[in-house]
T-cell receptor, first 119, second 115 residues
Framework: AQKVTQAQTEISVVEKEDVTLDCVYE???????LFWYKQPPSGELVFLIR??????QNEISGRYSWNFQKSTSSFNFTITASQVVDSAVYFC????????????????FGKGTKLSVKP | EAQVTQNPRYLITVTGKKLTVTCSQN?????MSWYRQDPGLGLRQIYY???????DKGDVPEGYKVSRKEKRNFPLILESPSPNQTSLYFC??????????????FGPGTRLTVL
């Protein structure tokens, strides 16, 4: 069964601390995509990254970095030198071709991690 | 600008009063879907459509209807809303042949309250 687990429900850090958000996924498919989204208090979903299953290279974008490890089925997200504006709910998601006949458009979401960054 | 739009953005209604939430995309995407977001549950898929006149149930379809008469529009219909449908709703679109679109396009959300 396809599943995404974000074990951390809430995390609170002080500004400038580094923080890692964990994501563990389950899928039987060998071809899949993994995603991270940010949902600020205003409610919209902000797309952060998409990674396909054949690309295990870690990615860095400014203060954000992602560590994809197929061996442990994890796709963790690290924010370096956190800022108050990083306060949001973060969702990890999975899309695989088994979900509905090859279209790969459906996403399975984790329950989210609420990050609070205090000044 | 490539986008998914939803209307209304906010809606307060009463039990049993039929309502429709519209979703429209301007990217000629074949695939569209609806999700609902509830506290502690993440987003769950309600219905999806792989193309015009092709729709199917997601994980939580009870109490909802959809239609796909045009490629750009995918309205979500609540024939008889109930308080347990109070939620934040998101529409999404993508194109199966364009991997770069998968998961990238979501509407701004519709916050629905059913009293």
């Amino acid at each position: 069964a396809q599943k995404v687990t974000q074990a951390q429900t809430e995390i609170s850090v002080v500004e400038k601390e580094d923080v890692t958000l964990d994501c563990v996924y389950e899928t039987r498919d060998t071809t899949y995509y993994l995603f991270w989204y940010k949902q600020p208090p205003s409610g919209e979903l902000v797309f952060l990254i998409r990674r396909n299953s054949f690309d295990e290279q870690n990615e860095i974008s400014g203060r954000y970095s992602w560590n994809f490890q197929k061996s442990t089925s994890s796709f963790n997200f690290t924010i370096t030198a956190s800022q108050v504006v990083d306060s949001a709910v973060y969702f990890c998601a999975l899309s695989d071709s088994l979900r509905f006949r090859g279209s790969q458009g459906n996403l399975i979401f984790g329950k989210g991690t609420k990050l609070s960054v205090k000044p | 600008e490539a986008q998914v739009t939803q209307n209304p953005r906010y809606l307060i209604t009463v039990t049993g009063k039929k309502l429709t939430v519209t979703c429209s995309q301007n990217m000629n995407h074949e695939y569209m879907s609806w999700y609902r977001q509830d506290p502690g549950l993440g987003l769950r898929q309600i219905y999806y459509s792989m193309n015009v006149e092709v729709t199917d149930k997601g994980d939580v379809p009870e109490g909802y209807k959809v239609s796909r008469k045009e490629k750009r529009n995918f309205p979500l219909i609540l024939e008889s809303p109930s308080p347990n449908q109070t939620s934040l709703y998101f529409c999404a679109s993508s194109s199966p042949g364009q991997g770069a679109t998968i998961g990238q396009y979501f509407g701004p959300g519709t916050r629905l309250t059913v009293l």
